[in-house]
């Protein structure tokens, strides 16, 4: 497999699986174009090569084929701003007329085809459909990390179709930064692992256990755990089915060598609303009617003593609900204790990184993954589909 770096693209006509997934509002605008910036480097580079550029890309869940709310026509003006050249538009991404338009294509010139989920056969792997969509170029690039984790067939079938297959920019980037906190991390090691619910997390903090020296645990999730040593949670986001499963990660954590910090005290409020009354209690004795919303000042200053002598974090999921600005302060304080750190830090998962843009500190940790799943299935220890076809 060679490097996007060294190959040359001159008269190769490339066809590149982004990930242009991304936020439009009522006016079918793009809200945010960060996947559309990350894949520009890789599109850059095969056209100041001199090669052409053909991109296929999903976007959003349409059920029953092409819907225009996920057309890929509405993102083709963000697409050009942010690359800086025309791009022409399929309305199709197989068949004739789309075959027509990128067998025409000129160096130096990119077209975008329609959505891949507009067919049922995309997300089934289908091997047919993979091989109409490997007629639209020479080269295959995988550049969406975001889709890593599905068999689909412009993820992963496709690479069977053609002779040379590498990754973009990106997905070289995601790769490398995922195989450092798994592989070659550096001690004092923490880990931080929120979010709402266990049942979600357990294959990773398991999977990390070996690694990390370090584990905060926060957001909703801790709320099972503190149930399953027997404090009192009030009306505290717990999923029952997982007391056990909270007791022996504690356990086998402690076995390790790990040390676990949940919260030791929290904000608490007698409704899910930002405008709720509020307190600080012990997180094992929150009073019936009141839920844990948030981390407490005691558990922010403990947090803050690990993050400083930490060497490499590793940040997936918040501390509390962050999007209500009363509930907020746990997850910006660690982000800003992150920021300060002179750790490698890599953050991953949708909600710590749609933190990390909130409170602007995207450009002060060492990397944002842009994968959701993709990353989670990558720190279980899992090989994503779309990794293991290009290699």
């Given at each position: 497999?060679?490097?996007?770096?060294?190959?040359?693209?001159?008269?190769?006509?490339?066809?590149?699986?982004?990930?242009?997934?991304v936020?439009?509002?009522?006016?079918?605008?793009?809200?945010?174009?960060?996947?559309?910036?990350?894949?520009?480097?890789?599109?850059?580079?095969i056209?100041?090569?001199?090669?052409?550029?053909?991109?296929?890309?999903?976007?959003?869940?349409?059920?029953?084929?092409?819907?225009?709310?996920?057309?890929?026509?509405?993102?083709?003006?963000?697409?050009?701003t942010?690359?800086?050249?025309?791009?022409?538009?399929?309305?199709?991404?197989?068949?004739?007329?789309?075959?027509?338009?990128?067998?025409?294509?000129?160096?130096?010139?990119?077209?975008l085809?329609?959505?891949?989920?507009?067919?049922?056969?995309?997300?089934?792997?289908?091997?047919?459909?993979?091989?109409?969509?490997?007629?639209?170029?020479?080269?295959?690039?995988?550049?969406?990390?975001?889709?890593?984790?599905?068999?689909?067939?412009?993820?992963?079938?496709?690479?069977?179709?053609?002779?040379?297959?590498?990754?973009?920019?990106?997905?070289?980037?995601?790769?490398?930064?995922?195989?450092?906190?798994?592989?070659?991390?550096?001690?004092?090691?923490?880990?931080?692992?929120?979010?709402?619910?266990?049942?979600?997390?357990?294959?990773?903090?398991?999977?990390?256990?070996?690694?990390?020296?370090?584990?905060i645990?926060?957001?909703?999730?801790?709320?099972?755990?503190?149930?399953?040593?027997?404090?009192?949670?009030?009306?505290?986001?717990?999923?029952?089915?997982?007391?056990?499963?909270?007791?022996?990660?504690l356990?086998?954590?402690?076995?390790?060598?790990?040390?676990?910090?949940?919260?030791?005290?929290?904000?608490?409020?007698?409704?899910f609303?930002?405008?709720?009354?509020?307190?600080?209690?012990?997180?094992?004795?929150?009073?019936?009617?009141?839920?844990?919303?948030?981390?407490?000042?005691?558990?922010?200053?403990?947090?803050?003593?690990?993050?400083?002598?930490?060497?490499?974090?590793?940040?997936?999921?918040?501390?509390?609900?962050?999007?209500?600005?009363?509930?907020?302060?746990?997850?910006?304080?660690?982000?800003?204790?992150?920021?300060?750190?002179?750790?490698?830090?890599?953050?991953?998962?949708?909600?710590?990184?749609?933190?990390?843009?909130?409170?602007?500190?995207?450009?002060?940790?060492?990397?944002?993954?842009?994968?959701?799943?993709?990353?989670?299935?990558?720190?279980?220890?899992k090989?994503?589909?779309?990794?293991?076809?290009?290699?």
């Open positions: 497999m060679s490097s996007i770096e060294s190959f040359n693209f001159k008269v190769r006509k490339a066809l590149i699986r982004v990930d242009f997934n936020p439009l509002n009522e006016k079918l605008e793009v809200t945010d174009a960060t996947r559309i910036a990350a894949a520009s480097k890789t599109i850059k580079k056209l100041s090569d001199g090669g052409s550029v053909v991109l296929m890309s999903h976007l959003g869940r349409p059920k029953n084929g092409p819907e225009d709310k996920f057309s890929l026509k509405h993102i083709v003006q963000t697409l050009e942010e690359i800086g050249v025309p791009v022409m538009f399929s309305d199709d991404c197989i068949g004739e007329k789309a075959l027509a338009a990128s067998s025409q294509l000129k160096s130096g010139e990119v077209l085809l329609e959505n891949l989920r507009f067919y049922k056969e995309e997300t089934a792997g289908d091997e047919v459909f993979a091989k109409a969509l490997s007629n639209h170029g020479d080269v295959y690039v995988n550049d969406a990390f975001g889709t890593a984790h599905r068999a689909h067939a412009s993820t992963t079938i496709v690479a069977k179709f053609m002779k040379d297959k590498l990754f973009g920019y990106l997905m070289d980037a995601e790769v490398a930064n995922g195989l450092r906190v798994l592989q070659s991390a550096e001690h004092p090691y923490t880990a931080i692992i929120g979010g709402a619910k266990v049942s979600s997390k357990i294959d990773v903090i398991t999977h990390l256990l070996d690694k990390i020296d370090n584990l645990i926060g957001g909703g999730m801790a709320f099972t755990f503190f149930k399953a040593q027997g404090g009192e949670v009030g009306s505290s986001l717990v999923e029952n089915d997982y007391l056990d499963t909270a007791t022996k990660i356990s086998l954590a402690k076995e390790k060598g790990v040390n676990v910090l949940l919260p030791e005290d929290s904000l608490v409020a007698d409704a609303s930002n405008d709720a009354s509020t307190k600080v209690v012990a997180s094992m004795s929150i009073p019936s009617g009141w839920m844990g919303l948030d981390v407490g000042p005691k558990a922010i200053e403990t947090y803050r003593t690990i993050i400083a002598s930490s060497k490499t974090i590793l940040w997936n999921g918040p501390l509390g609900v962050f999007e209500m600005d009363n509930f907020s302060n746990g997850t910006k304080s660690l982000g800003e204790m992150i920021a300060a750190s002179s750790a490698y830090s890599l953050v991953g998962g949708g909600d710590s990184v749609a933190a990390v843009k909130k409170f602007n500190l995207t450009d002060k940790v060492s990397y944002v993954s842009t994968g959701g799943g993709a990353l989670l299935e990558l720190l279980e220890g090989t994503l589909p779309g990794v293991a076809a290009i290699k």
